[in-house]
């Protein structure tokens, strides 16, 4: 057996488990590809980067030398032009299902040592989203179903993530939007999980229907429309049989919602994030065939979005104010709010948690998430730094 610092694993069993050559295991490892969770986490092993056949964010469960894996939520490419996408990634089936793609962060949930936790799109196990599943959800699924593992959206105001309150949430909430099997990652199709979830009270992401891929462009083009009115995200687009892969495609005002969040700490987003949601723009009043009074409301809202933001951000940082990303969290055990500092201070992030308050047997607390790289770039622009 043969031991890597931080990763306390026997590489023959783990690799024969996950039917890789030992040795490429171990260029996994030395790559550090392969990451230890914290604390009484720490025989759960996340992998980043590329590993071969593995998902960003699949985890490796050592049960003692005995594993378990739970596989990443595959990445759901966009539609850029609805109606040809929608033909050339369903070719060969008559009918998609639609679902409505919620906006809130993703989260894997599974039974583990008599407990559910709640695994990040990275793989890390986060103690608030996994108090959170452990009074939202309950354990009898588990029970029956050992193997799965529960794929869902955390939605809702009191929200670490992503703050929407379009929802008519109160806090926050689980949305079920896919099961699936733990090793293989299999999933399992729309109507038996929908059945599933159901019989066991989950709330789940709302259906549309199953429509004719002959109608439905037109039928997706309408419930975007309405989608977009209520400002909410957009829709998954399914195989039924969740054989061929889905496909996601999203409204205008969330595009801009998304640009007017990340233009406010400009310096933090990702030039692939902001680019993106520019050229969907672009791509979407095409297919539309919008008029000219059409177009330049969209040309109003995009502009707005990318500029209204990064202005009171130079204001804000010019009167001498540090902005920030303000959130709210609630808790019942209060043990949890000193866990979830440190897990976000380990991810690098410079976080100011107020004092809890009481509300019932629950605990609320202000969190300030500090933006160090906008505050920074920005102070030194109005101090007559040139831009490089």
């Known amino acids: 057996m043969r031991y890597y610092p931080q990763i306390e694993i026997d590489i023959e069993k783990a690799a024969e488990f996950m039917e890789l050559t030992p040795s490429k295991l171990e260029e996994i490892i030395e790559k550090r590809n392969l990451k230890r969770n914290w604390d ?33 939520f595959p990445k ?24 409505e793609k919620m906006n809130g962060y993703n989260v894997r949930v599974i039974e583990y040592n008599g407990k559910l936790i709640a695994f ?14 452990q009074n939202l959800l309950k354990m009898d699924i588990f029970a029956d179903h050992p193997d799965i593992v529960i794929y869902g959206e955390m939605v809702g105001p009191e929200n670490p993530y992503v703050q929407k309150h379009v929802y008519g949430i109160d806090s926050l909430e689980f949305f079920v939007f896919d099961i699936r099997y733990k090793d293989t ?11 599933l979830a159901e019989r066991y009270g989950f709330k789940q992401a709302r259906l549309f229907g199953e429509f004719a891929i002959s109608e439905a462009s037109e039928r997706i083009t309408e419930i975007i429309r309405e989608l977009g009115k209520k400002g909410r995200e957009g829709v998954v687009i399914k195989d039924p049989k969740m ?4 496909i996601k495609y999203t409204c205008s005002e969330s595009n801009c919602n998304d640009l007017r969040q990340a233009f406010k700490f400009y310096n933090e987003a990702g030039r692939d994030y902001l680019f993106s949601r520019v050229v969907r723009e672009g791509f979407q009043s095409y297919e539309w065939k919008e008029s000219e009074e059409e177009f330049r409301e969209r040309c109003l809202r995009l502009g707005e979005s990318i500029l209204r ?80």
């Open 185 to 195: 990652g299999q999933a399992i199709p729309v109507t038996e999980r929908r059945e």
């Open 309 to 388: 933001p990064m202005k009171s951000t130079i204001e804000q940082v010019e009167s001498g104010v540090r902005i920030s990303d303000e959130f709210r969290i609630r808790v019942r055990d209060r043990n949890i709010i000193d866990r979830f500092r440190s897990y976000l201070e380990r991810l690098g992030l410079y976080v100011i948690f107020e004092e809890p308050e009481k509300e019932g047997d629950e605990y609320v607390i202000n969190v300030r998430k500090m933006n160090k790289s906008t505050n920074d770039k920005t102070l030194a622009m109005l101090e007559g730094q040139l831009w490089s």
């Open 120 to 133: 990040t799109r990275s793989g890390h196990v986060c103690p608030y989203s996994t108090e959170r599943v």
């Open 40 to 72: 009484e986490y720490n025989n759960i092993y996340r992998f980043e980067g590329h590993a071969p056949h593995m998902e960003d964010g699949t985890v490796l469960i050592d049960h003692h030398g005995s594993f378990e894996l739970v596989r990443g």
């Open 243 to 246: 054989v061929l892969q889905p």
């Open 76 to 99: 759901i490419k966009r539609a850029m032009l609805l109606e040809p996408a929608v033909k050339e990634s369903f070719s060969g089936i008559d009918i998609v299902a639609v679902e």
